[in-house]
């Protein structure tokens, strides 16, 4: 099934994901044609989304290198995942098993970049260890090429995740012990920003969340004081984090320094999506160990750079309309546990993400913004209309449900 790959394929390989996301949108666009598929189509976040796209769109043609433009632009088609997945799932008991299978594989990334780091030979590998267990293997990056992309996409999974663990909710027995080892895969990755990203997220978890949240917050806590008595070097990243004086750090401030210099001349349109990458080496700072890189370290920051105010204004609308239209869905959904925790994970997996995007160009991460995409996606299943309006079923999902879930 198309879906099954696609769902293996966002927590293993970015080149199966968009393949089956391809086609899984083809299918989805041909089916468009049917008056009944139109009229029972989900279309969330249609305004900003266009937007946004149109803004990026200006953005290239004011460029000094439009078709250089174009190309960094590319990235944006994976939105299809968000309308993909929002109408493929024809209600919440949908979106649930969904959830379920990205978490089980997810869980077998963070598996394998647990035992890359258990098993890591150091700077000189022996001869009979293979190349994806030794490469890089000091922080844990699963199946992916690096450690970053680990952390945000664990990160998200396990927002996400998080409200199903709470008294009130059903849950497999099998779940904590998932949830603790993705919790042990985003460790290992010592990516700081997803630490923060996660940190708030489970803060948005305890404060939407009725019954729990002081256990919530008390396992926050104690998370944070195992680490501080953990090995060596997570101690050190976590007594890190707020000193100015830490070379990861000062390297962030001098690229947040020439990305405002390099936004200055071009406000409103922004240099060009891409145009980091081409104009980062005239406005470096003496000081900076880069004198060359393709992002600033910051999603906002990256935004307002290479689209303008317009786009950055664009894509602020994105995240509002998010919280907003989701956040309406909290009280009609508080009756109905399985539900309501999906509306709550999604808004903490939101949350992380644009707390990690702080520090970190996750937007530009195709394999986080397809995971992202696909869990915001699941709160507008929770309407039933798939069931109610027969949906056509484009991956294989049942639609005839005789009972969806209320949202």
Known sequence: MLLGAFVLGLGTSITLSEAALGALALLWLVSLRRPDARAAARWPLAGPLLAFAAASLVSVLASPSPLQALDAGRGLWLVLALYVTANALPDGRAAGRFLTGLALVCLVGAAVGLAQVAACPGSAPNDWSPAWLYHRCSRARGLFSIYMTLGGVLMLVLLATLPRLLPGTPRARALPLAWATLLAGLVATYVRGAWLGFGAGVISVAALWRRGRWLVVGGLIVLVGLGLLGPYEL???????????????????????????????????????????????????????????????????????????????????????????????????????????????ALAAVTGFLVHGLTEYNFGDAEVMLVLWVLMALPFTLDGRGAERGRPAVTGVSTKDPSPTAP
């Open 235 to 345: 101690r050190q990243r976590l007594a890190k984090m707020t000193d100015p004086q830490e070379a990861g750090l000062k390297e962030r401030v001098y690229m947040w320094r020439s990305g405002v210099a390099m936004w200055l001349p071009h406000p409103w349109l922004g240099v060009g999506p891409g145009g980091v990458k081409r104009e980062f080496p005239r406005h470096a700072l003496p000081e900076a160990a880069k004198q060359r890189t393709g992002h600033l370290h910051s999603a906002p920051l990256q935004i307002l750079v290479e689209r303008g105010l317009i786009g950055f204004a664009a894509w602020l609308w994105i995240w509002v309309a998010f919280y907003r239209r989701v956040g309406a869905m909290l009280g009609p959904t508080r009756a109905n546990p399985p539900d309501h925790a999906v509306v709550v994970g």
